[in-house]
């Protein structure tokens, strides 16, 4: 990109702190573009904002940031390695689920995220993000299940909501994080391997005279 990464992304949060596309900036305190490392390989996408990512203007502060933290340990990473968004930038009145048209309003500053940063692995958190890529999914059957398109992976998990208010989800939760470093070494392979010029064909035309010097172009 002709401009730098961090920069673009500090322009959309600007934009999404001034939005006012829907009704979901009434009555809040902060707008929640979404924070991280923009390069990052991995880009988690949850719901929406909640008290504290309010009153912070963060994504995943509360007890599911911890949580979400916490698993990222797992896999050797923290919160400052990776790209954390919403799939709405301000939070839905009592923390209800978001509206479709909500969504759509906050879809052209999180596709823009995604542009910029350009992640090797988009995972999913809750069912709301991951209707965007697996529309007729079932959390509950293709969590920990990724689909390879478009040179990334798309990768499904519970939201740590749900495991914090079901903690039988745990175990498989904490399965599902520790692929995810195999997910992105199979997303470099696929991307290394279309990005491999073809080999030049040293079978043909071996019998063929070296080409003479070259021929100077008439002007008329």
């Not at 979901?24 to 929640?32: D, K, Q, R, S």
């Not at 040293?202 to 008439?218: A, H, M, R, Y």
Request: net charge positive.
């Amino acid at each position: 990109m002709t401009q730098d990464r961090a920069a673009v992304l500090a322009e959309i949060a600007a934009q999404v702190r001034a939005c006012k596309a829907c009704r979901l900036w009434e009555g809040t305190t902060n707008g929640v573009p979404g924070a991280g490392d923009p390069n990052a390989e991995i880009m988690f996408i949850g719901e929406g904002p909640g008290f504290n990512e309010d009153k912070k203007g963060l994504p995943f502060v509360g007890r599911s940031g911890n949580y979400l933290e916490k698993m990222l340990k797992l896999i050797n990473l923290n919160r400052n390695q990776v790209f954390i968004a919403n799939v709405v930038k301000h939070r839905p009145p009592d923390n209800r689920d978001p509206l479709p048209d909500e969504m759509a309003a906050c879809k052209p500053y999180l596709d823009r995220q995604i542009e910029v940063i350009d992640p090797l692995v988009i995972v999913t958190l809750g069912r709301f993000s991951m209707a965007r890529y697996f529309p007729n999914g079932k959390i509950t059957q293709i969590h920990g299940k990724p689909k390879y398109e478009d040179g990334r992976a798309y990768y499904p998990l519970f939201h740590p909501a749900a495991v914090l208010r079901n903690p039988t989800l745990e175990p498989q939760m904490e399965a599902d994080f520790k692929k995810i470093l195999d997910v992105i070494a199979e997303v470099k392979t696929q991307r290394g391997a279309s990005a491999k010029p073809d080999k030049p064909d040293t079978n043909n035309n071996k019998n063929e005279p070296p080409p003479g010097p070259p021929k100077q172009l008439s002007l008329f």
